[in-house]
């Protein structure tokens, strides 16, 4: 299976910060990876798709970039309702796999 | 509105058997492939199983191969998952998942979730 590695596994910024987070895999995915958003109690929420593509209806505020094995996640400027895990997912290899997730809070 | 909405999870016993549903509205059902998957207490995410939109291609975890049949009835607009031998390593929140994209053409991208249904293993 393809191992997925996300740094930093938790982070705490400020509203208005520009928050990053890293995902790499330990093949080759091309663009083959999601990035999800999941609050706390709820289901996980799709924001990235192809590594770059924004997801119908996701603020713009998010984005995504990479391709091969490593890839980016970032939040331009950090809004309170931004808390939560982050994963990333690929899908170039079966089984699909998750990232360990990026725990984000305010600081 | 599309909604996913599992339901049959519960405390079953080790070696025990249960069935997941998951009913959709809001959406062509039959239109999309659908997925499992799972989110033991306080961890990360793991793809189950999937079923493309006429059930002609099924793939599982490892975890779950052997132990497990998914299947539909797109008249019901349906997902289910037949769980057997039931594992401590089970107990997770069940979510259902469709498909952004063809899983028989190797594309996983999960667009909507259910709210989830916990499956409880014990020992």
């Known amino acids: 299976d393809i191992l997925m590695t996300q740094s930093p596994s938790s982070l705490s910024a400020s509203v208005g910060d520009r928050v990053t987070i890293t995902c790499q895999a330990s093949?080759?995915?091309?663009?083959?990876l999601n990035w999800y958003q999941q609050k706390p109690g709820k289901a996980p929420n799709l924001l990235i798709y192809d590594a770059s593509n924004l997801e119908t209806g996701v603020p713009s505020t998010f984005g995504g970039s990479g391709s091969g094995t490593d890839f980016s996640f970032t939040i331009s400027s950090l809004q309170p309702e931004d808390i939560g895990t982050y994963y990333c997912?690929?899908?170039?290899?079966?089984?699909?796999?998750f990232g360990p997730g990026t725990k984000l809070d305010i600081k | 509105e599309v909604q996913l909405v599992e339901s049959g999870g519960g405390l079953v016993q080790r070696g025990g058997s249960l069935r997941l549903s998951c009913v959709v509205s809001g959406f062509t059902f039959s239109s999309y492939s659908m997925n499992w998957v799972r989110q033991a207490p306080g961890k990360g995410l793991e793809w189950v199983s999937c079923?493309?939109?006429?059930?002609?291609?099924?793939n599982y975890a490892n975890s779950v191969k052997g132990r497990s049949t998914i299947s539909r009835d797109n008249a019901k607009n349906s997902l289910y998952l037949q769980m057997h031998n039931l594992r401590v390593e089970d107990t997770a929140v069940y979510y259902c998942a469709r498909n952004l994209g063809e899983a028989a053409a190797g594309v996983y991208k999960f667009d909507y979730w259910g709210q989830g249904t916990l499956v409880t293993v014990s020992s």
């Open positions: 997912q690929q899908y170039h290899h079966l089984p699909p796999t």
């Open positions: 079923i493309s939109k006429s059930s002609s291609y099924i």
């Open positions: 093949q080759d995915i091309s663009n083959h």
